[in-house]
């Protein structure tokens, strides 16, 4: 049962482009209410600067996609392993 709910968002993921990827990896590491077991600062250094890198308006707009708010709430819902197994397979597909 645990599997499906990590599986279920993995696909929610999966049919995403990079640039949604790159900001849902932000948001979920932003965020007080994930428990990943990593550096938060440095990835979050990553996630940024790839981002940078392919979106021009990143930093000027202030808009966050509504589905990768719901995303990220679903994520916050998970256990801490669960967190960190998506964590880990955004982690992977973005750098």
Sequence with gaps: MEQDKVK???DMI???DIKDKLRLAIRV???VYTSIDYDKKEI????E???KKIDNEYGKNLHINQYILMITAKITELTKEE???IAL????IVC
């Design 8 to 10: 279920f968002m993995i």
């Design 14 to 16: 999966n049919n995403m």
């Design 29 to 31: 590491n932003e965020t």
């Design 44 to 47: 979050f250094q990553k996630f």
């Design 49 to 51: 600067n790839r981002l």
């Design 83 to 85: 967190q960190n197994q």
């Design 89 to 92: 397979y955004l982690y992977n």
